[in-house]
């Protein structure tokens, strides 16, 4: 039977089938749910790591001691991995080792748009490309043969529309795998400079065959029809060119890395025209044009965003769509939860004019109108150390007036060097976790400091004042947000002082609640002086209606900060007159 | 058949996504190639989200195109003019008439706008509005608007009632079928004078 999968429930599905024994991950929009899916085979051992680098370290192990192992992560994840990435294509593996790198072409939810198959190159590891949810199983279960086969990790690439799209999958029974025998054997296993430059050899010994190999895999499937026009393609974006040209030649990669040089070759010798369609960099392009090949591909199409049929239809089909434009009108960008406990940070920092280093997670839209209360926006953990760097090229007076942002989550994924590293060379930056007990913009997963593992399991919580205090931090507080004047007081003393300080701020996601039945606040309209304070907090319950303030009753949540906000007590409680 | 192309939009939150799973989920069950292309992470926090839902007999990109929706359904007055330029010349726009303040509007950087349904009635074929929020208030539950958008897509669709509810009856908690299926037939009902009540 059939039945509509998600991209990513999908690649959980081929791990199930493939035998995986242990699954790691760090959450990261579009690859979250590939993991949440995996744990809920009870066959699979998986986790949430701190990290994506220790994510793969374990997936490395495991592989190593013999059982087949998944890691997952969005591309910016691979830049975290990218050590142990490098390295373990050295080592090659025992039981296979998988790993998944969702690229977000678009940004839907991501800082940068890197190509994660530059990755595969510089790093000479085989990636495979699906273009549906089908493949998206099929392929894992392929990756894990190429895997052990050839002795080497191999990367699924996936893209943000193929991780969120849904699309039929016939699904199949697991296969028993056993674990493989463990032998201690350095020359493979301990990358020092003397076994190392054998493994190199090895590495490209491996790499040739298969290139070789590659033009005779399923994977890469080449169609002829019309050979006037062909084109080259791989994931979503093979899509696209079937919707236009149902016609036409096509060459499907569904390995992207090394590339099937004499598939490619033939195609090319039978097709007159050759385009490449690839979402991002032009990695197809650059090498088929170094085999002296003429192909059409980024001159005609963008490096940026997604692709889509119409696009091609505009630059290849040169058709006029004549398509209606889209309306002006006022954007609808995310905004902070009505009854978020980020918001009462940024207002406050605001009014003590303050400026923050920040970070990644969903305080990060704290930087937008009306709070914009952050200065940075980087990468995991970046806030710490960034603000150092600010103190020493400009004195500790000068960051009296700053902060830095972190989530509990990211604190933990790498906050926590940074940190060390602000004790270890004698900074006195002021450090803000807001402690919201979960890692909210990926959906709320667990992490360390929730003391709850992937499984459901209760474990060992992480205790972050003792964490900050034992590297090095005298001054550790933990203050409610929602407690204004004690937030206040909290920033203004830590800011003021000569040595290094963190404030936790700590109240729970609000839509981890989803039980309680809040009494919504209303704003009393005799009382209320229409000064725009309340509208301040940029929280999406509170607006203005007709000429007057009113809470929306289906999104206040009931949380409170507006109340301490207005100056003229007109914001009242549900049921208070 | 040829691909049919629906588009759900609305803000981030509202249940877009549900809808448009328990339609594709529909489409399987008759046979078709189903393609669904959602929104996870950052967009959901209040901001524009949109679903593409396509089936037919084979279908390859999961996105409907600018001019292409057959029909569009929106939980919220001004995303339905956001979208609207991917309706087709023939389609059908479906606007739920709650309106929700962006932060742009919050911050009075911006207006919301008031001529939303005439320029909605002006470009598209076919227009049916409805006051879902209303209508949930009535039946005592304002979490049901989403079904009753659910019952108002169901009467522009091919796919016969009792499969709509059957799906109803699997998607939603045990305790709340009954008030569920009030508010889809609510929806499904709309605008049809059945001169009884339903």
Redesign the interface.
Known sequence: MKRLMLGNEAVARGAYESGVKVSTAYPGTPSTEITEFIAKYEEIYAQWSPNEKVALEVAIGSSISGARSICAMKHVGLNVAADPLFTVSYTGVNGGLVIIVADDPGMHSSQNEQDSRYYARSAHIPMLEPSDSQEAKDFVKEAFNISEKYDTPVLIRLTTRLSHSQSLVKTSQPDEVALKEYNKDATKYVMMPGMAIKRHVVVENRMNQITEDASKFVLNDASYDDLEVGFITSGIPYQYVKEVFPNASVLKLGMVNPLPKSLIQDFCSKVKKVYIIEELEPIFEEQIKSWGIEVIGKDLLTVQGEYSANLLKEKIKNEDLNLAAAETLPGRPPVLCAGCPHRSIYYRLNKLGKHATGDIGCYTLGAIEPLKGLDTCIDMGASIPMLHGIEKARGREYTKDWVAIIGDSTFVHSGITGLIDIVYNKGCSTVMILDNSTTGMTGHQDNPATGVTLKGEKTKQLDLPLLCKSVGINRVRVVDPFKYKDLENAITEETSIEEPSVIIAKAPCQLLDKHSVPKQNYIDVEKCKDCGMCLKLGCPAIKKSHGIMVIDDTLCVGCNLCIGVCKFQAIKKAGVQ | MNTKNILIVG???QGTLLTS?IL??LA?DLGY????????????????VVTHVRYGTK?????V???EADIILSFEK??A??W??FLSAEGKMLVNTQE??????????????TDIME?LYA?CKEVIEIDG?SIAKELGN?RVVNTILLGLLAQSMDIPKDQWIEAIKLTVPEKTIDINIQAFEKGYYHGINLNREV
């Not at chain 2, 190639?33 to 524009?48: A, C, I, P, W, Y």
């Not at chain 2, 962006?102 to 706008?113: C, D, L, N, R």
């Open positions: 803000v981030g939150g799973r594709g989920n399987v190639d189903v393609k669904l292309s959602e929104v996870h992470g950052m967009s959901q926090r209040g901001g524009s279908v390859y990109s999961p996105l195109e600018v001019g001004m995303e003019l956001r609207k330029h929700s303040d962006p932060m742009p509007v919050i911050t009075g950087s911006a207006s919301y706008p320029k470009d929020v304002i």
